[in-house]
Nanobody, 122 residues
Framework: VQLQASGGGLAQAGGSLTLSCAAS????????IAWFRQAPGKAREGIMC????????YYAGSVKGRFTISRDNAKNTVTLQMNSLEPEDTAVYYC????????????????WGKGTQVTVSS
């Protein structure tokens, strides 16, 4: 069972990117879906999460007001919209799933995507 994260790429500072998380073998609507990121030489950190109810929670204050998360249960996808990108957002981005609820802890997440690279140039 695996998640597929896509949509990464190169953006200029101030630009936008949209990341998508999809699953082919199970329904995402029964899971809290979180996005994590890992910059070179740094630990993987939780960014934000969307509950099964659609409620969202931010784990990284640096993205508040710039990133939003949403889910489309019909398409079985979760989207991370990243606006006003900064060079500090450069990282590999991962989506992860936890049954029923959200968490910012890596160990609490059951399923992971392979990650997608986001590079923001200044």
């Amino acid at each position: 069972v695996q998640l597929q994260a896509s949509g990464g790429g190169l953006a200029q500072a101030g630009g936008s990117l949209t990341l998508s998380c999809a699953a082919s073998e199970f329904a995402l609507d029964g899971y809290g879906i979180a996005w994590f990121r890992q910059a070179p030489g740094k630990a993987r950190e939780g960014i934000m999460c969307i509950h099964t109810t659609g409620g969202t929670v931010y784990y990284a204050g640096s993205v508040k007001g710039r990133f939003t998360i949403s889910r489309d249960n019909a398409k079985n996808t979760v989207t991370l919209q990243m606006n006003s990108l900064e060079p500090e957002d450069t990282a590999v981005y991962y989506c992860a799933a936890r049954r029923y609820t959200c968490s910012s802890y890596r160990s609490a997440m059951r399923y992971w995507g392979k990650g997608t690279q986001v590079t923001v140039s200044s």
